[in-house]
């Protein structure tokens, strides 16, 4: 086996890859064919393409248009953006790696997000739509009042946005691109970067569904086949759970665990206290993890408001809820197979081999998933998989981008300046997505120097700490009237204090390589991060409660169609709201304008001469690529922010067919939690 000292999973050190064994203690790899590489500009070309007919094809001059695509989605493309959105590069690398690493367990997560779906579309969306809202931190600003919490929620998630789930994907990613292509690290990221950032910023959220339905294609078709190629190694998946209890490195110490595989490795439910997933944090802090993720983070709650109807947005998540069954198949299972085939690589016991394999004395069960696609599969399908991980990024990208936009226009821009006209929030809207991929490349010097054998259990930590109390108030706000805007802050910050100490703590005293006694304090070592995250969420819940039984209620007007109970309530009186205009008189008067403007352009257009010409179609090229061609929309935005209230209407026959999909899609949930337990 020829040792490609040229590939970033290969470290060479001062001791020689002979002294360690086995040549399978270096890693090697082929290199993309011809064929490989038109697979991947094929892919690319398609998804500019698609990306530039959702410019095209949708309104992208208003707010509403580009932030929510018009809100004329069908359940279809908005469960493929959904799951699309969730299943990054670093999911593939992370769930296969963990996989390799402790057996099944891993895919809780994904099946936790199958009923926390469940529970966006038939619980919150509801009080969403009611509320006439567009993001989370905006539901906060209506129903408690005041500016502070909608304010700190907004800038936690922009950060939260650029230093985890932007880093997690253009990691993985890298890894990818550059073990394939052997690219610089800067010119492939880069150039993924602008590929997505332009038609993100051209397009709005409808290029961004539209790309993100054909990525899920691309990333099922290419994963699906890799697990064929894999299982078939194996001899299926009886053949893998006698082999993998088998996939021990020949460097190891006999005399410890570190290596060997864990007893329980095909079951959820592990051991309560030594093991990276404890049943009670599998069963109930998931859960929290996964309600503040799927029903409260704006990257998908955007996609859900996006729906025509209520009952394609219920669609939707039931569509995504079901191609979360697929991930326990197309990565968890083959970051399993990839250790069966490759132990000394992939299950590397001690520091030395580790660092050489790939750089991380911790472990190397990161390369999992881009070791089976490089050696398993024959040319052309390694191009094809290459275009997953890359679909994969992309779309977790774009779902960022246009969700962090959103964010920080409509929840901090908005409100620093309320009177701001919707011109101003569309230049801003592009503007922010420029500067997220530019602290995107910034941050990839610190990508290279961090561990990426830790990053993704590095990451649900993090959330553990930081998103619970989010969560807490964000349901108690939802579906407890007594509950007023003293006790959500106190709860917040109350939260926020303490899952920033025990992060600080985690910082302190480092985890211990395998096989070295846990000397850290035992409110570090005893308390998985997944029951602390039970801990916070109790915190929270408890000054909520007292301070809200301590204060005065909110009066009935300041709930009003805000949570679960008067989501049905009567809308106040239009003739009380002096700021709230009729919106179809909005739009008829915004297409006269339109009209007349067109008309008046192309008078002038005929007065000018020919180098004023072309430099008039130049802006209006450029104007009409950012959706902002109109000038009518100098009008005050504040006077037509409510044109985002939806109907919760129910056609009945179709509602009765959607009630029976729910109830399959919790029996699902329910079989594969009950066969692997």
């Given at each position: 086996?020829?040792?490609?000292?040229?590939?970033?999973?290969?470290?060479?050190?001062?001791?020689?890859?002979?002294?360690?064994?086995?040549?399978?203690?270096?890693?090697?790899?082929?290199?993309?064919?011809a064929v490989d590489i038109a697979v991947l500009s094929v892919y690319i070309i398609v998804v500019l393409l698609v990306g530039f007919w959702a410019m095209y094809r949708t309104k992208r001059s208003t707010v509403k248009g580009y932030f929510l695509a018009g809100r004329s989605m069908t359940w279809w493309p908005i469960g493929a953006s959904l799951f699309a959105s969730?299943?990054?590069?670093?999911?593939?690398?992370?769930?296969?790696?963990?996989?390799?690493?402790?057996?099944?367990?891993?895919?809780?997560?994904?099946?936790?997000?199958?009923?926390?779906?469940?529970?966006?579309?038939?619980?919150?969306?509801?009080?969403?739509?009611?509320?006439?809202?567009?993001?989370?931190?905006?539901?906060?600003?209506?129903?408690?009042?005041?500016?502070?919490?909608?304010?700190?929620?907004?800038?936690?998630?922009?950060?939260?946005?650029?230093?985890?789930?932007?880093?997690?994907?253009?990691?993985?990613?890298?890894?990818?691109?550059?073990?394939?292509?052997?690219?610089?690290?800067?010119?492939?990221?880069?150039?993924?970067?602008?590929?997505?950032?332009?038609?993100?910023?051209?397009?709005?959220?409808?290029?961004?569904?539209?790309?993100?339905?054909?990525?899920?294609?691309?990333?099922?078709?290419?994963?699906?086949?890799?697990?064929?190629?894999?299982?078939?190694?194996?001899?299926?998946?009886?053949?893998?759970?006698?082999?993998?209890?088998?996939?021990?490195?020949?460097?190891?110490?006999?005399?410890?665990?570190?290596?060997?595989?864990?007893?329980?490795?095909?079951?959820?439910?592990?051991?309560?206290?030594?093991?990276?997933?404890?049943?009670?944090?599998?069963?109930?802090?998931?859960?929290?993890?996964?309600?503040?993720?799927?029903?409260?983070?704006?990257?998908?709650?955007?996609?859900a408001l996006a729906a025509k109807t209520i009952l394609h947005a219920k669609g939707g998540t039931l569509f995504a809820a079901y191609l979360k069954v697929l991930p326990i198949f197309i990565m968890v299972f083959p970051g399993m197979i990839s250790r069966v085939l490759y132990p000394n690589l992939v299950a590397c016991a001690d520091t030395t081999t580790c660092r050489r394999v790939c750089g991380n004395p911790a472990g190397c069960t990161d390369i999992a998933y881009p070791?089976?696609?490089?050696?398993?599969?024959?040319?052309?399908?390694?191009?094809?998989?290459?275009?997953?991980?890359?679909?994969?990024?992309?779309?977790?990208?774009?779902?960022?981008?246009?969700?962090?936009?959103?964010?920080?226009?409509?929840?901090?821009?908005?409100?620093?300046?309320?009177?701001?006209?919707?011109?101003?929030?569309?230049?801003?809207?592009?503007?922010?997505?420029?500067?997220?991929?530019?602290?995107?490349?910034?941050?990839?010097?610190?990508?290279?120097?961090?561990?990426?054998?830790?990053?993704?259990?590095?990451?649900?930590?993090?959330?553990?700490?930081?998103?619970?109390?989010?969560?807490?108030?964000?349901?108690?706000?939802?579906?407890?009237?007594?509950?007023?805007?003293?006790?959500?802050?106190?709860?917040?910050?109350?939260?926020?204090?303490?899952?920033?100490?025990?992060?600080?703590?985690?910082?302190?005293?480092?985890?211990?390589?395998?096989?070295?006694?846990?000397?850290?304090?035992?409110?570090?070592?005893?308390?998985?991060?997944?029951?602390?995250?039970?801990?916070?969420?109790?915190?929270?819940?408890?000054?909520?409660?007292?301070?809200?039984?301590?204060?005065?209620?909110?009066?009935?007007?300041?709930?009003?169609?805000?949570?679960?109970?008067?989501?049905?309530?009567?809308?106040?009186?239009?003739?009380?709201?002096?700021?709230?205009?009729?919106?179809?008189?909005?739009?008829?008067?915004?297409?006269?304008?339109?009209?007349?403007?067109?008309?008046?352009?192309?008078?002038?257009?005929?007065?000018?001469?020919?180098?004023?010409?072309?430099?008039?179609?130049?802006?209006?090229?450029?104007?009409?690529?950012?959706?902002?061609?109109?000038?009518?929309?100098?009008?005050?935005?504040?006077?037509?922010?409510?044109?985002?209230?939806?109907?919760?209407?129910?056609?009945?026959?179709?509602?009765?067919?959607?009630?029976?999909?729910?109830?399959?899609?919790?029996?699902?949930?329910?079989?594969?939690?009950?066969?692997?337990?």
């Amino acid at each position: 086996m020829k040792t490609n000292t040229d590939s970033p999973l290969f470290r060479p050190d001062k001791t020689s890859a002979s002294s360690l064994g086995p040549e399978e203690c270096v890693i090697s790899h082929r290199k993309l064919t011809a064929v490989d590489i038109a697979v991947l500009s094929v892919y690319i070309i398609v998804v500019l393409l698609v990306g530039f007919w959702a410019m095209y094809r949708t309104k992208r001059s208003t707010v509403k248009g580009y932030f929510l695509a018009g809100r004329s989605m069908t359940w279809w493309p908005i469960g493929a953006s959904l799951f699309a959105s969730n299943v990054g590069s670093g999911h593939f690398i992370g769930l296969a790696g963990s996989g390799a690493s402790t057996g099944i367990a891993v895919s809780v997560y994904e099946w936790s997000g199958m009923y926390a779906l469940m529970l966006l579309g038939w619980l919150f969306l509801p009080i969403y739509i009611a509320a006439g809202v567009t993001t989370m931190p905006e539901y906060l600003l209506k129903r408690f009042g005041g500016q502070r919490i909608h304010f700190l929620i907004a800038m936690l998630s922009l950060f939260a946005y650029i230093f985890t789930k932007i880093s997690v994907d253009i990691y993985a990613g890298a890894v990818f691109i550059h073990l394939g292509l052997q690219w610089d690290l800067y010119v492939a990221v880069i150039g993924l970067l602008f590929i997505t950032a332009v038609y993100t910023v051209g397009g709005g959220l409808a290029a961004v569904i539209y790309t993100d339905t054909l990525q899920t294609v691309i990333m099922l078709s290419g994963s699906l086949i890799l697990m064929i190629f894999a299982f078939i190694q194996v001899d299926g998946y009886s053949g893998l759970k006698k082999k993998y209890f088998m996939a021990i490195p020949m460097i190891h110490d006999p005399n410890s665990t570190c290596g060997l595989p864990r007893e329980d490795s095909f079951h959820i439910f592990q051991d309560p206290v030594n093991s990276d997933f404890p049943w009670p944090g599998v069963i109930f802090g998931i859960t929290v993890l996964s309600t503040w993720y799927w029903c409260t983070d704006q990257v998908i709650v955007q996609r859900a408001l996006a729906a025509k109807t209520i009952l394609h947005a219920k669609g939707g998540t039931l569509f995504a809820a079901y191609l979360k069954v697929l991930p326990i198949f197309i990565m968890v299972f083959p970051g399993m197979i990839s250790r069966v085939l490759y132990p000394n690589l992939v299950a590397c016991a001690d520091t030395t081999t580790c660092r050489r394999v790939c750089g991380n004395p911790a472990g190397c069960t990161d390369i999992a998933y881009p070791l089976l696609v490089m050696e398993l599969l024959p040319g052309g399908l390694r191009g094809l998989m290459m275009s997953v991980m890359i679909a994969a990024l992309m779309s977790s990208l774009t779902s960022i981008f246009n969700s962090a936009s959103t964010l920080f226009t409509m929840d901090v821009w908005h409100h620093i300046r309320p009177h701001c006209s919707e011109w101003e929030l569309m230049i801003v809207g592009r503007v922010v997505v420029l500067i997220l991929v530019v602290v995107s490349v910034l941050w990839i010097p610190l990508l290279q120097m961090s561990q990426g054998g830790q990053l993704f259990m590095y990451i649900q930590s993090i959330t553990s700490y930081l998103t619970p109390p989010i969560a807490v108030v964000f349901i108690v706000g939802c579906f407890w009237k007594r509950a007023n805007e003293k006790a959500a802050f106190w709860g917040l910050a109350a939260g926020f204090v303490v899952g920033i100490i025990r992060m600080i703590l985690d910082f302190v005293f480092v985890t211990p390589p395998c096989g070295h006694p846990d000397t850290r304090p035992s409110v570090i070592g005893k308390v998985h991060f997944l029951h602390f995250s039970l801990i916070l969420s109790l915190i929270t819940l408890i000054v909520v409660v007292t301070i809200s039984l301590f204060t005065k209620p909110p009066t009935p007007e300041q709930i009003n169609r805000l949570t679960w109970y008067t989501r049905h309530a009567s809308p106040p009186p239009k003739d009380s709201q002096e700021d709230v205009v009729d919106v179809e008189e909005t739009y008829k008067a915004q297409e006269e304008a339109a009209a007349e403007q067109a008309k008046t352009e192309e008078a002038a257009d005929t007065s000018i001469s020919g180098k004023q010409i072309i430099k008039t179609k130049g802006l209006r090229f450029l104007m009409w690529f950012c959706g902002m061609e109109r000038k009518q929309m100098d009008t005050d935005f504040s006077k037509t922010e409510h044109i985002y209230i939806a109907s919760l209407y129910e056609e009945p026959r179709l509602r009765y067919v959607v009630n029976a999909n729910l109830v399959i899609c919790l029996g699902a949930t329910l079989f594969l939690y009950c066969y692997f337990a």
